[in-house]
């Protein structure tokens, strides 16, 4: 196995390997409970969602340890969840059926322009203030999502969103969770996530809000979710932003995740190239159509992987591990599937707090890039729509720099994506 991997040639162990791909599995396994619980709104099936979870979860990382050979774990994207059901399904009225269709077109579309080698040109087109400014406002989207499931933001007619009831218990113990994950990760602690959603849940036990049904038992059946995308619903007219929507972000995600975490781990060649970027990507737009397949949103690369690289996870191995525990988390649906909402609504808030970090790197001394960077950002979430603020983000880019007199430095993706997203805003 170490032979297979190069993990001696990557200047690591067996052991290493292992340890990380555990470490990695810790950090992100909070999403079998938070995934089921945010596309459940749509009317999907908890149990079958959360199987979908965790095959999505467990088969795409393995393949990505396979056949990229790198140390990098999937599951289904948060924000891209959230898109899915409050937005796509809960404010456009889309069929959860025909959503999943608009998923697998965006993964076949995604693994084109990965076989195709287009992706270089479409993600070296696309300049970083926009990347982080979509980065940066999924998460503030999260953070709308999480603070309105803990009680702590409520609708208002007068001023539109306003304070909520911070006297329940709900909210008490929400926001008790909260800063239970912020202390845990700010110790090291790797499930902080994990832990602040089984605490917080366990709190609210004596309350009667939380009844657990159990710890382990067989899976539940998939059957509710499996094979029930609408392909053909999907291609029908108005929903093609829909699939950009889910293609565009998972692009720029798993870029944005690919250069990160190679970068962090060693792996990027001087020129800033990502080795095997082809197999990334394809395993990548696999993991998409998968999920589609299983009935979940997109699954693509997760930050969270440099949790392992952090202890030394150089290759496939790593995600070898992490895959597996996946599969074994299975296992575990009565625990899962027990959690109730205001448990998992801290975790959406915390991970939007990480998310907002892109705009940390955003050049801040350019005026043409920061500003449309921040109106991207701001949109998403003011607007609840992350189609609506890339879309939004993309036009002003363009014009500001065309008007700027640095039209030159608006790459071909831009114009095209800018002119798609003016021309639907301008249809009735």
């Not at 697998?104 to 080698?117: D, K």
């Not at 940066?136 to 609708?155: D, H, K, P, R, S």
């Amino acid at each position: 196995m170490a032979f297979s991997f190069g993990v001696r040639e990557a200047g690591s162990s067996v052991r290493t390997e292992i340890l990380a791909g555990v470490t990695t599995w810790l950090a992100m396994v909070y999403i079998v409970v938070v995934n089921p619980s945010i596309l459940a709104t749509t009317g999907m099936n908890h149990g079958a969602l959360f199987v979908a979870t965790c095959l999505g979860a467990g088969i795409a990382t393995i393949a990505m340890g396979l056949y990229a050979n790198y140390p990098l774990a999937l599951a289904p994207g948060m924000g891209l969840n959230a898109y899915f059901a409050f937005v796509v399904v809960g404010g456009m009225k889309v069929p959860w059926q025909v959503a999943l269709g608009a998923v697998f077109l965006s993964g076949l579309l995604f693994l084109a322009i990965s076989l195709l080698r287009v992706r270089e040109w479409l993600i070296n087109s696309i300049p970083l203030s926009l990347k982080l400014g979509i980065g940066a406002g999924i998460g503030f989207f999260l953070a709308l999502i999480g603070l309105e499931n803990m009680g702590i933001v409520a609708a208002s007619k007068a001023t539109l969103v306003t304070l909520g009831h911070l006297d329940t218990v709900k909210t008490v113990l929400a926001s008790l969770g909260f800063i239970l994950m912020a202390a845990l990760a700010a110790r090291g602690i790797s499930a902080s996530v994990l832990i602040g959603i089984l605490a917080t849940a366990a709190a609210g036990i004596p309350f009667g809000l939380t009844r657990f049904t159990g710890v382990m038992s067989l899976p539940p059946s998939l059957a509710p979710t499996l094979l029930q995308m609408n392909i053909p619903g999907a291609l029908g007219l108005g929903l093609s932003s829909i699939v950009l929507t889910f293609f565009l972000v998972d692009v720029l995600d798993n870029a944005g995740t690919l250069i990160a975490t190679t970068h962090r781990a060693g792996l990027m060649r001087p020129d800033g190239t990502v080795p095997r970027l082809q197999q990334a990507l394809t395993a990548d737009s696999g993991g998409a159509i998968l999920g589609s397949v299983l009935g979940t949103s997109t699954v693509t690369s997760y930050i969270e992987s440099a949790a392992g690289i952090q202890v030394g996870g150089r290759t496939g191995l790593t995600a070898l591990t992490t895959g597996i525990l996946f599969l074994a988390t299975l296992f575990f649906a009565p625990l899962a599937t027990s959690i109730p909402g205001f448990a998992t609504a801290p975790a959406l808030v915390f991970v939007a707090c990480l998310m907002a970090r892109a705009l940390r790197d955003v050049n801040w001394d350019d005026m043409t890039d920061y500003l449309p960077a921040v109106v991207t950002a701001v949109a998403t979430p003011f607007t609840f729509s992350i189609a609506t603020g890339i879309g939004i983000g993309f036009i002003t880019y363009a014009l500001v720099k065309a008007l700027a007199g640095r039209g030159r430095e608006v790459g071909g993706a831009v114009w095209l994506i800018a002119a798609v997203s003016l021309l639907r805003f301008a249809m009735p």
